[in-house]
């Protein structure tokens, strides 16, 4: 009883609050969901919710012309008086009477197409008259679930047990952020959150935000997971059919044209429904738009709305979006989910200019306390009445949340999640205590057995116990592993310490001491699933391993913005390997190759001498322009891709047992991501590095390119590799210089090419480069389609590759499974 009278309390405290208060509703008393409603000739506006139901507060007293907007239904006007009292409405909105004989028809065009090409002609002028302002902004988030799944490929899926119905249906996620914008275009945004809720997280804060949802119809693009253009884009002609739907008058006697917008062909990020234009400015009145995830190249995405509403200033003679919507449905391996976001932008400001100090590397910044706020300050801030399923949520999964902090509950989930099983012997096993924060892990060694012609069938195991600080985000952990190789019979084992320390400036320290056997190329080309399948199946040996035993200590964090420095010391005594095994699944004459990557045939010589020695290495990353959200519990790093990214390290060898194993080495590597519009991506991937005194150096510190002799891909690009250069032939104790280039079309191409379009897949276009002294220069010209796969799944990449070095050398076919990136 006691719990309804809370909720009851904040719901008459909600309504008795408001000042302006009611309902939107069309002539057959149906509710009208986010309906634009504003004070005429102001920029005090809010919206309906899903109910129809509005609050609007106002801050002086006085009479007021109060509109209330839905696209496709006549503007209504209310005048009120209003003295501080609670003012309730009722508002019923008729449909819009739409006309063609407004429309000027020229039978020589279409009308729609004349409309559209003055719209796009004066698009410029009409953005230019909002390209800098500030502004309140609110944002609501809700992800709601259907028919869950009670398990999905073997896995039980409980976590939401108690915050859904039978139906297996509810509400996953809700949120509110409320904030203060400053914004220029194309894309300066400084935004200050002084109020975030998340529903049943009294310690969360939330992720809406006014720069990830800055869709703006008068650019050309619009940035979702591609470039989808806009109907009033420079080229829109080639990618949309226009059609006028008709036309009516506004409450200011403007002419408004309703233009019906399709896409040429379905399968390129072209947008569908409604797009609405004023008479002689040309200004956007209106948006009702969607779009499928197939044409945006997100296969998990079933269709995405938005809708966006402005206000016209008889004052200022200018069109402000007041209110955006965002919806969508998506769902993969039966788990079927729904969204949608609420945006409402009020109080409008346009400054002439800003101060140059307005716009800093800090985007985003959550006032202290943000995610502390009382129900009693959200009812006064809040701009959108909250549902009843709404407050039932919040009401509910904050007295859960009292609940789930206790310790007997904690303790109780805990008795459940901690029982132990037979399979947890070869699966892995967790304890947790969820209350004091710490738990206790054992790795299992199943899904770490591997087979390597050193080791013959190995196993690889651990056991690690960690803590977390919830409210800092902090965290540490010190483990062992043991790693068995059953033909060499030998156990190694490992033992290390990683704390991250503080999450302002991303500090962390690691300390690892032990036996471990490595590749001679510390990247890891060579992954051990696909070399056990190498090995096993064609009786390929392309790893090369070598023991080191070691003690090293790693300190790292970021000393000003976009500047990280990482310093690492190391004493290890390295000893070379020899193959233990002959086996393989298939019968052949065959044997391995040699553990010697120098000498394929030769399993007698060593590769390098048992030695001993240090290694010092100071790393310094670079990232020019970075950009940065600043919570209470720490700095998120967001980039920037204006700029490239930059690393300049120098690695020392001393103090060696023969001191013609020691050496100095400088390197570099810049990177850089960039977008070509609607055309696609690219990525540039650049290192150099030389060598000082290494004239004798053990080849496992030579610089090693990763090379790829499997004909298989793991990654999302290739911007990190050779896909025809064997492992450790061009491995460098000199100068070397590296380069990478790979562009995605994103579909821009494949979109457009009949039949083939039906395969949705983007088109991939490689270069790769390497230089190094007395060698001819070695590169590697490819293309391939990416995006493969059937329905949702699209986890395959194809790619045809020639390489050249003093002329033609060879060519093949990669096979790119990106999914065995989860299976590592």
Known sequence: MKKISTLLFLLFFAISFSQIKGSVNDNKGNPIAFANIYVKDTYISTTSNELGKFELNLKKT????????????????????????????????????????????????NPANAIIKKAIANRKENSKKADKYKADFYSRGIFRVKDLPKSILGQKIDMFDEVIDSTRSGILYLSETV??????????????????????????????????????????????????????????????????????????????????????????????????????????????????????????????????NFSYNTITKTWIKNTQTIEFSAGLLGFNFSGKFTHVYSNFEFPEKFEKKTFTREVLKFEENANKKEDAFWETIRPVPLTLEESTDYFKKD???????????????????????????????????????????????????????????????????????????????IGSNFDYGLSEKKLRV????????????????????????????????????????????????????????AVAINFGREIINGLNLNINAEY?????????????????????????????????????????????????????????????????????????????????????????????????????????????????????????NANNIAFVDYKHFNGNQTHIGQTDSYTNVFNLLPYYVASTNDSYLEFHAEHNDRGFLMNKIPLLNKLKSQLVLGFHNLAIPDRKPYQEFSVGLDNLGFGKFRLFRLDYVRSYQNGFVTDGVVFGLKFLNVLE
């Open 399 to 477: 007295a859960l949340q009292e609940k789930k902090k206790s310790q007997k509950y904690l303790d109780s989930i805990d008795a459940k999640r901690n029982k132990f099983g037979l399979a947890d012997v070869i699966m892995g096993y967790s304890y947790n205590n969820s209350f004091k924060k710490w738990s206790v892990n054992y790795d299992g060694f199943l899904m770490n057995t591997s087979f390597n012609t050193v080791q013959g069938w190995n196993t690889h195991t651990g056991i690690s116990y960690g803590t977390r600080n919830e409210e800092k985000r902090t965290y540490s952990r």
């Open 494 to 549: 490992s033992g290390y310490y990683f704390s991250k320390f503080n999450n302002k400036n991303n500090s962390i320290l690691s300390i690892n001491v032990g036996s471990t056997i490595n590749q001679f190329n510390a990247t890891n080309p060579i992954s051990k699933n696909i070399n056990s399948v190498s090995s096993l199946a064609f009786k390929n040996n392309f790893m090369k391993l070598y023991e080191k035993n």
């Open 179 to 308: 904030s203060k914008i400053t914004f220029q275009k194309p894309d300066k945004m400084k935004e200050v959150i002084i109020a975030s809720k998340v529903s049943g997280n009294d310690n969360g804060f939330s992720f809406n935000n006014a720069a990830d949802v800055n869709f703006d119809f008068y650019e050309n693009y619009l940035d979702f997971d591609v470039k989808v253009i806009s109907p009033i884009a420079d080229g829109a002609f080639n990618y949309y059919k226009y059609k006028i739907d008709g036309s009516f008058f506004d409450e200011n006697n403007q002419l408004i044209y309703k233009i019906k917008v399709n896409p040429k062909r379905e399968t390129e990020p072209a947008m569908n429904g409604f797009i609405y234009i004023v008479d002689d400015s040309f200004a956007i009145y209106g948006i009702d738009l969607a779009i499928k995830g197939s044409q945006m190249q997100n296969p998990a995405l079933n269709n995405l709305a938005l809708k966006q």
């Open 62 to 109: 006085g009479n007021f012309t109060i509109l209330f907007q839905y696209l496709g239904y006549k503007t209504h006007k209310e005048i009120v008086n209003f003295e501080n009292n609670l003012i309730t409405l009722s508002i019923v909105l008729e449909e819009e009477d739409l006309q063609l004989n407004e429309v000027v028809i020229n039978t020589k065009e």
């Open 572 to 692: 290890a005594e390295r000893k070379q390997l020899f193959n233990t095994t002959n086996f393989a699944s298939v019968k052949t004459d065959d044997v391995y190759s040699s553990n010697n990557p120098l000498a394929p045939n030769d399993f007698i010589t060593p590769t390098f001498d048992k030695h001993n020695l240090f290694k010092t290495s100071l790393v310094a990353r670079i990232k020019f322009g970075q950009k940065y959200w600043t919570r209470p519990d720490g700095k998120f790093n967001i980039g920037n891709n204006k700029y490239p990214n930059i690393s300049i390290g120098y690695e020392k060898a001393f103090a060696a047992t023969d001191k013609k194993y020691e050496f100095d080495l400088l390197s570099t590597r810049i990177t850089k991501d960039f977008t070509l519009g609607n055309k696609g991506d690219m990525q540039l991937n650049f290192k150099a590095g030389k060598f000082f």
